[in-house]
């Protein structure tokens, strides 16, 4: 009996220890502030262990707070907890761990720093923000594969600055009223040798000099943002080659809409172009229109063909009812749209009328770019590797058993 009663009792054994592991995997419970354990942030986070969760009441706190380990802090009612520079100098949250979450504070006072400076980290994640009076209302410093979104990071020197930053999402966010610190330009985002990341459903907007500026930055895509009113330009590629502009709402902005410096195989098209001075001035070798042919509808029948963009001040003609231009823009556009992109729907390269396969319809043809919609596969996870481990366990003390 008891060569059986002893892999029983190691099944038993290992299932407790899952249990109190999976307990440790989900993380503690820290709160600051009114009703918490601990009356600063700093505090909170010396004493999490990584996977816990800081949750902070609301109030007023006044700290410059190092993150060295792998947690989430998050406002208990966002809008109500403020996190003040203690030293405007240095940053309010300095990120220094990989799976970070900063979640729904209000940051201010790093009038020479920034408010959340990830620090040369990984799958850190910034959302729910509402970032002011900061010199970098996020900084993205050798960070890779990070998301910025749903965050208001208005009235800032920059809303979001990446330097050597690459594989991140900056997404339905609100970069506008960026002013410079007093030695260096305002830019709702600043890309400076920062590759294949994602801006999307963003305001770039009222900005003191770019709405976005890429400087040696490659392969990053900007779609669906509304880019308007800045007192210069409104997106500036300078020695940025392959990046991808669709979709874009581009107005107002003073001298330039798009202004493209020595850039090569930039790809500009879908884009709206409305009561923009001097839309843009842009090299000849970027192309201005889809590098394929798509199938669009438009004017209730399905077309074929190359789509370039939409300028308000375009005096040619649609004389087959494509809904494409003739003759070429005076920019270069040799396919443009006689309407805003918002008319052309079910864009995709596929017959979205006769096959499956094809994008679904939009006002908005966002589905031609993979970053619009990003998802996640599930992996085999800690729990699943305990899981495993505890099943090895169990086997080999039943094989054990069987040979004595």
């Known amino acids: 009996m008891h060569k059986i009663a002893a892999p029983l009792l190691s099944i038993v054994v290992t299932g407790l220890l899952i249990s109190t592991l999976a307990v440790s995997v989900n993380g503690a419970a820290l709160n600051v502030g009114l009703g918490g354990q601990y009356k600063s942030i ?20 006044t700290e ?3 993150v060295t380990k792998s947690v989430t802090i998050k406002a208990a009612s966002p809008g109500s907890t403020v996190v003040t520079a203690a030293d405007p100098s240095k940053d309010v949250f300095l990120v220094q761990a990989k799976n970070v979450r900063v979640e729904g504070l ?24 509402s970032a002011h009076g900061n010199d970098r209302a996020v900084y993205l410093d050798g960070a890779t594969n990070c998301e910025v979104s749903s965050s208001n990071l208005a009235n800032n020197g920059y809303g979001v600055y990446c330097d050597n930053a690459s594989n991140n999402t900056i997404s339905s ?27 999307t459903h963003t305001n770039l907007s009222a900005n003191h000099v770019f709405g976005i500026s890429l400087f040696h930055s490659s392969g990053n895509t900007i779609t669906n943002n509304s880019i308007l009113s800045n007192q210069d ?5 300078r020695e940025s080659n392959n990046n991808t502009l669709t979709v874009n709402t581009v107005s107002g902005n003073v001298n330039l ?16 172009f409305i009561n923009q001075p001097t839309p843009m001035s842009v090299v000849p070798e970027n192309s201005l229109n889809s590098p394929q042919q798509l199938f669009y509808t438009f004017g209730g029948a399905i077309h074929h063909g190359y789509m370039g963009n939409y300028f308000s001040d375009y005096k040619g003609s649609d004389a087959n009812g494509k809904g494409i231009g003739s003759p070429a823009s005076v920019y270069g556009d040799k396919y443009p749209l006689v309407q805003p992109f918002e008319k052309y729907t079910n864009i995709g390269v596929t017959n979205a ?18 970053a619009a919609a990003q998802t996640s596969t599930p992996g085999f996870g800690v729990e699943g590797a305990f899981l495993a481990i505890a099943l090895i366990a169990s086997v080999l003390a039943y094989s054990r058993a069987r040979r004595h």
């Open 257 to 272: 809409g798009i202004l493209s410096i020595t850039e090569t195989a930039d790809q500009i098209y879908l884009n709206n």
């Open 106 to 129: 209000t940051i201010t006072g790093a009038t020479s720093a920034s408010a959340v400076h990830v620090d040369h980290s990984s799958a850190c994640v910034v959302t729910g923000l």
């Open 233 to 237: 330009i409104g997106v500036r590629l």
């Open 173 to 199: 966010s609100i970069a506008t009223g960026e002013q410079g610190n007093g030695k260096a330009l305002g830019d709702g985002i600043y890309m400076y040798y920062s590759d294949a990341n994602t801006i």
């Open 64 to 66: 410059n707070v190092i």
């Open 353 to 370: 009328a006769t096959t499956t396969t094809a994008s679904t319809a939009s006002t908005q043809p966002s589905n031609l770019t993979s």
């Open 42 to 61: 700093t505090e909170a986070v010396n004493a999490a262990q990584p996977g816990d969760t800081i949750t902070i009441s609301a109030g007023t706190y």
